[in-house]
């Protein structure tokens, strides 16, 4: 308990609300205590070797406020011996040396053991134990503090919780370090370990899933909307102005398909038609834009992904951009992540991919040819949170064979007074050459919507 009695030594001032998910170790103290205490892929690993006591750790660098609060972490995986083995999450209160204890304690089969220590962190208390069931993510391990009683507590899902034990607090919870330790007591033939994520994180969220099915417009369905250009300034939008002439066509169900061309993999093979029918280009001159989204429930994920298959039919050559975006609206903020892609008007079916960069979008090098009537797939991962957007690249192609492409950049949000919303689009965009005049509609077929989260910021 080496740890814990030093920590009293250096009280750190209580810091706002922490999410870790170990892309780094800077929250953390390290000490290896003849094992391995690593930061890397994302996780925290510590491991006891074969042969040998240890007790590798890891230490907030920060006090919590406990109090009207749950702090959790997610033991990832964790592998032991019967009685010789261990791992332990700790919540101290650093003036006292007294402290809160649930451990994963490896008798057989491995238990979950609620206790606290009191008497400057000497006397051990032992208060509840529950069964160790971990999930697809593994277990996620919690203290919760509310109107003078503490909850030790366990999920599978960081959505249910299960109580272990309740007690009226034993322990201050207004100031408190949080410590992890996988100890091995006893010489084991083996190397174990505990592989730790996700501070007051959910790690996975259930995703919004066939985002093309949808039937009706507003709430979360279907929304449209569309802009005319002239001369590269916008001259009308249909927020406002009545003379933005534009045909798309609506979203009930007979605008919807099933079609067997897809190809594998997919979930199913229905989506929606997104038509352009006509705009007034022919007498205006403008150039025009549609715009199809959805305002989706608002979740506070870190990290998103944009998945769709797509397919276009044109006369010949596809000659509009393709725009695929995914707004976070966070009620002051809106980050937006979204990749493109244009076509060079050459001739050919050639075009390139473009990221959006906060401002304008940036042309990333890499090129793609896109046929009519063609299945594609494309898909990204963006991170939204903490004022700014972050990408690392993104893959497209023929439906189940993508190419990857390698850029990453990152910039902040802009300022914004909607409602917190998750709004994901498909944007047809041709604010430089429209060809939408009569007999050459425009469809752009859409299956395989998906989007997802991780890392998701529990309250």
Same mark, same amino acid.
């Given at each position: 308990?080496?740890?814990?009695?030093?920590?009293?030594?250096?009280?750190?001032?209580?810091?706002?609300?922490?999410?870790?998910?170990?892309?780094?170790?800077?929250?953390?103290?390290?000490?290896?205590?003849?094992?391995?205490?690593?930061?890397?892929?994302?996780?925290?690993?510590?491991?006891?070797?074969?042969?040998?006591?240890?007790?590798?750790?890891?230490?907030?660098?920060?006090?919590?406020?406990?109090?009207?609060?749950?702090?959790?972490?997610?033991?990832?995986?964790?592998?032991?011996?019967?009685?010789?083995?261990?791992?332990?999450?700790?919540?101290?209160?650093?003036?006292?040396?007294?402290?809160?204890?649930?451990?994963?304690?490896?008798?057989?089969?491995?238990?979950?053991?609620?206790?606290? %220590?009191?008497?400057?962190?000497?006397?051990?208390?032992?208060?509840?134990?529950?069964?160790?069931?971990?999930?697809?993510?593994?277990?996620?391990?919690?203290?919760?503090?509310?109107?003078?009683?503490?909850? %030790?507590?366990?999920?599978?899902?960081?959505?249910?919780?299960?109580?272990?034990?309740?007690?009226?607090?034993?322990?201050?919870?207004?100031?408190?370090?949080?410590?992890?330790?996988?100890?091995?007591?006893?010489?084991?033939?083996?190397?174990?370990?505990?592989?730790? =994520?996700?501070?007051?994180?959910?790690?996975?969220?259930?995703?919004?899933?066939?985002?093309?099915?949808?039937?009706?417009?507003?709430?979360?369905?279907?929304?449209?909307?569309?802009?005319?250009?002239?001369?590269?300034?916008?001259?009308?939008?249909?927020?406002?102005?009545?003379?933005?002439?534009?045909?798309?066509?609506?979203?009930?169900?007979?605008?919807?398909?099933?079609?067997?061309?897809?190809?594998?993999?997919?979930?199913?093979?229905?989506?929606?038609?997104?038509?352009?029918?006509?705009?007034?280009?022919?007498?205006?001159?403008?150039?025009?834009?549609?715009?199809?989204?959805? =305002?989706?429930?608002?979740?506070?994920?870190?990290?998103?992904?944009?998945?769709?298959?797509?397919?276009?039919?044109?006369?010949?050559?596809?000659?509009?951009?393709?725009?695929?975006?995914?707004?976070?609206?966070?009620?002051?903020?809106?980050?937006?992540?979204?990749?493109? %892609?244009?076509?060079?008007?050459?001739?050919?079916?050639?075009?390139?991919?473009?990221?959006?960069?906060?401002?304008?979008?940036?042309?990333?090098?890499?090129?793609?040819?896109?046929?009519?009537?063609? %299945?594609?797939?494309?898909?990204?991962?963006?991170?939204?949170?903490?004022?700014?957007?972050?990408?690392?690249?993104?893959?497209?192609?023929?439906?189940?064979?993508?190419?990857?492409?390698?850029?990453?950049?990152?910039?902040?949000?802009?300022?914004?007074?909607?409602?917190?919303?998750?709004?994901?689009?498909?944007?047809?965009?041709?604010?430089?050459?429209?060809?939408?005049?009569?007999?050459?509609?425009?469809?752009?077929?859409?299956?395989?919507?998906?989007?997802?989260?991780?890392?998701?910021?529990?309250?």
């Amino acid at each position: 308990m080496a740890g814990l009695v030093a920590l009293s030594l250096a009280i750190q001032p209580v810091s706002a609300r922490l999410y870790d998910n170990f892309n780094n170790a800077n929250n953390w103290t390290l000490a290896a205590n003849g094992g391995t205490s690593v930061i890397g892929s994302s996780v925290l690993t510590l491991t006891s070797p074969s042969g040998k006591l240890s007790n590798p750790t890891a230490t907030l660098k920060s006090s919590q406020a406990l109090s009207n609060s749950r702090q959790s972490i997610l033991v990832r995986s964790h592998t032991g011996v019967a009685n010789s083995t261990v791992f332990f999450l700790w919540a101290i209160d650093e003036s006292t040396g007294n402290y809160l204890e649930l451990k994963l304690d490896d008798i057989n089969p491995t238990t979950v053991v609620a206790g606290y %220590w009191n008497s400057g962190g000497t006397s051990y208390h032992y208060i509840g134990s529950a069964s160790y069931a971990p999930g697809k993510d593994g277990l996620y391990m919690a203290f919760r503090e509310a109107s003078g009683t503490t909850y %030790w507590e366990i999920s599978t899902d960081a959505s249910s919780w299960t109580e272990v034990a309740s007690l009226a607090d034993p322990v201050s919870t207004a100031s408190v370090t949080f410590e992890v330790e996988h100890k091995a007591y006893v010489d084991t033939s083996v190397s174990t370990e505990s592989v730790v =994520d996700c501070f007051n994180y959910k790690a996975t969220g259930v995703g919004y899933h066939s985002l093309e099915d949808k039937t009706t417009s507003g709430g979360e369905g279907w929304e449209l909307y569309t802009e005319g250009f002239s001369n590269g300034q916008r001259v009308c939008c249909n927020s406002g102005c009545t003379s933005c002439v534009m045909t798309v066509n609506g979203v009930d169900s007979s605008q919807h398909f099933t079609d067997t061309s897809i190809p594998a993999p997919y979930t199913n093979q229905d989506g929606y038609d997104f038509q352009i029918t006509s705009t007034a280009e022919p007498t205006t001159h403008w150039y025009y834009n549609a715009y199809r989204y959805q =305002d989706l429930p608002y979740v506070d994920a870190d990290t998103w992904t944009y998945h769709l298959y797509f397919k276009y039919a044109y006369p010949q050559y596809i000659t509009q951009g393709l725009e695929f975006p995914i707004n976070k609206y966070t009620g002051s903020q809106r980050l937006q992540g979204a990749v493109a %892609w244009y076509p060079l008007r050459d001739g050919t079916d050639n075009g390139e991919w473009s990221v959006w960069t906060g401002t304008t979008w940036h042309a990333t090098g890499n090129y793609q040819k896109l046929q009519t009537n063609w %299945w594609y797939e494309v898909t990204f991962t963006v991170g939204l949170h903490d004022g700014y957007v972050y990408y690392n690249g993104f893959s497209a192609g023929d439906v189940g064979s993508l190419s990857n492409f390698s850029w990453s950049t990152n910039y902040p949000g802009t300022s914004s007074s909607f409602a917190a919303n998750i709004v994901p689009a498909m944007q047809i965009d041709d604010n430089v050459q429209d060809t939408t005049t009569a007999n050459t509609r425009k469809d752009c077929y859409m299956a395989e919507w998906h989007i997802d989260w991780t890392d998701e910021r529990l309250p």
